[in-house]
């Protein structure tokens, strides 16, 4: 790990957040890539690979629910974790912070809608 | 339109005052162009001039680019494309990050909290390994009574420690291997459309109650807005206290800032990945740090009007010593400076199309000033995209977050004064050391006094919140505790 590198370093296939655990934090990745996985009746659903300034997480800063997926490093992966009381305290003094995290969101809707529309035309 | 809009607000107090004249009396009573009924009511003519927008067109000018000159660009720029206005912003600043040396330096410890670094990220703004010098995981605190590690809680490098210029001024052009900060921030205003003018500002004046400016070289430019991010140790400061009567700048205290070129093996033998902060019972002197970074440490001393003499005593102390290679005389190295730094904040850093932001403004007291920063430039940019320009504008919207900086500030002034005692207490000192060392020993126990003392060197928490979790009664209790055990220690001649 570079001196100036911050974050932690999670060596490949290490888990990051485990599908159905509490979560208490958000996390951004500051070098290499990760897998989100769903686990599915035993088997992994590979649902999307993350790089560079991804983040993931934030699900669990705005919703009292568990971890939706599992995210594990592919190759060693350095992540920088955001605490949850943080953030929601920063947020709820400067509401423009989530300005950022609304924009995923809505590119991750987008998505999904595109992946629906592809599936029913399918069928 | 390449104006800002000024609506006269008189026909509306005309029509407002024929339809109060048939409302109850009760109502009336309430009801004059200045009440808080009004401004709710009225909100274009809140103020006498005729309300102040940024609009298509308007431009803004900047005055000085460290990071809060930087901050305020990016942010403003950013949501003035949201918000679908289209502005103009010239970012004026002499000084080139990228000089080794003084003169591309602003004269900093070059520490960005844990809480900046996380709502940077938050922000979509990562710093690259190429400008952070060190990511620190832990403090060692060291006192007369002896020292102690904190870990980060979280066991992850989220401080870093960076350079504002390009590096000292006795490193070679070869062993240069990261940017500025200062640069990097600047390069982020200007991907979002700043640009960037190489010149100083010399004057300023007033033309049809538009700012304007005039450079050394000759350019003179009205604009619709300006933002003032000069810090306190630019002779800057003085043209706009001239310019705007109202305003009166912050009051400072000086520092001293050092660079000692150890190299990246020493570093790490004798710092590691530590900021090394010192409790010593000299007089006047309320912190001191010692931040490894790429090719260097930093020394930074603040307290009140930090002199050669105290410098001497502070380099000369065993404690100080023990963190230097021997070969380190006690002696400032080459590249040393004392800037000046807040101690309170600015009167009135507003007024109508001006704001003044970072240290020129209101800044957080001995620590994280490029968060504060952050947060006053980014509160300055919403007021004048979601709000307005105008002093009441600023006064509404921006003033309360730099009060509340003000305010926390009393509570830090309060929180040193109650170090420094503790500092002249060795038996205290001594109970403090052990219960840090406890909790460190054993992470089962809840660790009250390493978080207490991680946020108050870290700046990563409120001096508010530092003093709300000091008030916890388990905090309380442990603290008597352990300062009775250091009593009794001390007194049997035994350390545990």
């Given amino acids: 790990m570079e001196t100036g590198a911050l974050g932690k370093v999670y060596q490949d296939g290490e888990i990051i957040v485990r599908q159905g655990e509490v979560g ?51 190759g060693a992966v350095r992540v920088l974790t955001v605490d949850k009381k943080t953030l929601l305290r920063r947020i709820q003094q400067d509401p423009t912070l989530a300005f950022r995290m609304l924009e995923h969101l809505c590119r991750r809707v987008r998505k999904l809608d595109t992946e629906l529309g592809r599936i029913k035309t399918a069928q | 339109m390449r104006r800002l809009r000024g609506v006269n607000s008189g026909s509306w107090l005309t029509n407002v005052s024929a339809v109060l004249s048939r409302l109850p009396s009760t109502f009336i009573r309430s009801w004059s ?53 289209d502005v103009g912003l010239d970012l004026y600043d002499p000084r080139d990050f990228a000089v080794i040396g003084p003169t591309g330096c602003n004269m900093c410890g070059g520490i960005i909290s844990e809480s900046l670094v996380q709502m940077l990220a938050a922000e979509g703004i990562n710093l690259p390994t190429t400008v ?5 995981d832990s403090y060692m605190l060291h006192t007369d009574m002896g020292s102690v590690r904190i870990d980060t809680p ?15 001024r006795d490193i070679d052009a070869k062993d240069i291997k990261w940017f500025s900060f200062d640069r990097f921030l600047q390069e982020l205003a200007v991907d979002k459309g700043a640009r960037l003018v190489r010149d100083r500002v010399d004057t300023i004046s007033w033309q049809d109650g538009r700012p304007r400016i005039k450079t050394r070289r000759g350019l003179e430019q009205d604009y619709d807005l300006l933002a003032v991010a000069v810090g306190v140790n630019s002779p800057s400061l003085k043209l ?81 010593r023990k963190c230097l290679p021997p070969e380190v005389p006690p002696e400032p190295p080459p ?65 309360p977050k730099c009060r509340e900086i003000d305010v926390d500030n009393k509570i830090g002034k309060a929180i040193f004064a109650l170090t420094r005692i503790w500092q002249k207490r060795p038996h205290d000192l001594r109970g403090i050391v052990l219960m840090v060392a406890k909790e460190q020993a054993d992470k089962k126990r809840a660790p009250h006094m390493s978080m207490v003392l991680w946020d108050l060197f870290t700046g990563s928490a409120t001096y508010r919140e530092i003093l709300w979790r000091a008030l916890h009664p388990g905090f309380l209790s442990r603290l008597v505790w352990n300062v009775i055990v250091g009593h009794v220690s001390l007194i049997r001649g035994k350390l545990p």
């Fill in chain 2, 335 to 399: 590249c040393h400076c004392s800037p000046r730094i807040n101690t309170y904040g600015a009167v009135q850093p507003f007024g109508d199309r001006v704001v003044f932001i970072g240290d020129s403004g209101v800044t957080r007291l001995f620590k994280d000033g490029i968060g504060a920063a952050y947060r006053t430039a980014k509160a300055a940019a919403e007021t004048a995209v979601f709000a307005g320009i105008s002093r009441e504008d600023f006064r509404a919207h921006y003033w």
């Fill in chain 2, 33 to 85: 162009p200045e009440s808080d009924l009004s401004r709710q009511l009225f909100p274009e003519a809140e103020n006498g001039n005729g309300k102040l927008k940024l609009e298509n067109g308007s431009r803004i000018g900047v005055i000085g680019s460290g990071p809060a000159g930087s901050f305020f660009s990016h942010f403003l720029l950013d949501m003035t494309r949201r918000f679908g206005v």
């Fill in chain 1, 24 to 74: 208490n934090a958000m996390y951004v990745i500051q070098a290499g890539k990760a897998e989100v996985v769903e686990e599915v009746n035993g088997k992994s659903v590979p649902l999307a690979v993350l790089g560079e300034n991804d983040f993931f997480g934030e699900m669990a800063l705005f919703e009292n629910q568990v971890r939706s997926a599992t995210v594990r490093a592919l």
């Fill in chain 2, 154 to 168: 979280l066991h992850e490098k989220r401080i870093a420690a960076i350079h504002r210029g390009t590096g000292p």
């Fill in chain 2, 132 to 136: 952070v010098q060190r990511g620190i």
């Fill in chain 2, 240 to 320: 706009f206290q001239d310019a705007i009567p109202q305003y009166q700048a912050p009051q400072s205290t000086k520092t001293f800032i050092c660079e000692y070129k150890l190299g990246p093996e020493t570093l790490e033998k004798y710092l590691g990945d530590s900021m090394h902060v010192f409790l010593l019972n000299l007089p006047r002197l309320e912190f001191a740090a010692i931040i490894p970074k790429g090719e260097y440490a930093t020394l930074c001393l603040l307290g009140e009007d930090i002199d050669k003499p105290l410098i001497k005593s502070f380099l000369e102390s065993p404690l100080v």
